[in-house]
T-cell receptor, first 112, second 110 residues
Framework: EAQVTQNPRYLITVTGKKLTVTCSQN?????MSWYRQDPGLGLRQIYY???????DKGDVPEGYKVSRKEKRNFPLILESPSPNQTSLYFC???????????FGPGTRLTVT | GENVEQHPSTLSVQEGDSAVIKCTYS??????FPWYKQELGKRPQLIID?????GEKKDQRIAVTLNKTAKHFSLHITETQPEDSAVYFC?????????FGDGTTLTVKP
């Protein structure tokens, strides 16, 4: 089954404790992105990647890191989480030609 | 960077009526304009999209129109049904980069 998976689905952590949210796709897509969704603000792109070792900032990259060492994986790293990073996070992937994004199930992160 | 504005933020219609949601964008380099539907507690899913070289696209009850000169595009849903109730997002961008509108909550009253 073609899909995008994220782990964990739910995470409660404390300020300053490094965390990683994993994202994996099995569709051989070139493009992958991370978004955060906050009430009334829609989805805001954090980082995106157009292929292995190629990443670029989205609209709200501050406080986040990403890496793309393998085509199927695109982890999101919060080196020192803060309460304003409490949000719902979505990973998405798309193919180079089609652009249609397939979203993962989401990760709800709470930073206290 | 790109800026996408979406209106209205909420829309309520009677079942069977039409619904129209409008978006404007700022970056003339954007060439891909998708619309996503997000039901409560679920992930966004693409319902229709259009490229900059096309003015209109239709898929059954859903259509999208694009005016590149004015930098705006619209979603049209005809013969609305209660299951169309959801949050709808427009987006603008190109390869990889994507900026979303803030969403429209559509309620279809039976």
């Amino acid at each position: 089954e073609a899909q995008v998976t994220q782990n964990p689905r739910y995470l409660i952590t404390v300020t300053g404790k490094k965390l990683t949210v994993t994202c994996s796709q099995n569709m051989n897509h070139e493009y992958m992105s991370w978004y955060r969704q906050d009430p009334g603000l829609g989805l805001r792109q954090i980082y995106y990647s157009m292929n292995v070792e190629v990443t670029d900032k989205g609209d709200v990259p501050e406080g986040y890191k990403v890496s793309r060492k393998e085509k199927r994986n695109f982890p999101l790293i919060l080196e020192s989480p803060s309460p304003n990073q409490t949000s719902l996070y979505f990973c998405a992937s798309s193919s180079q030609g089609a652009y249609e994004q397939y979203f993962g199930p989401g990760t709800r992160l709470t930073v206290t | 960077g790109e800026n996408v504005e979406q209106h209205p933020s909420t829309l309520s219609v009677q079942e069977g009526d039409s619904a129209v949601i409008k978006c404007t964008y700022s970056d003339s380099a954007s060439n891909y304009f998708p619309w996503y539907k997000q039901e409560l507690g679920k992930r966004p899913q693409l319902i229709i999209d259009i490229r900059s070289n096309v003015g209109e696209k239709k898929d059954q009850r859903i259509a999208v129109t694009l005016n590149k000169t004015a930098k705006h595009f619209s979603l049209h849903i005809t013969e609305t049904q209660p299951e169309d109730s959801a949050v709808y997002f427009c987006a603008a961008g190109n390869a990889g980069k994507s900026t979303f509108g803030d969403g429209t909550t559509l309620t279809v009253k039976p």
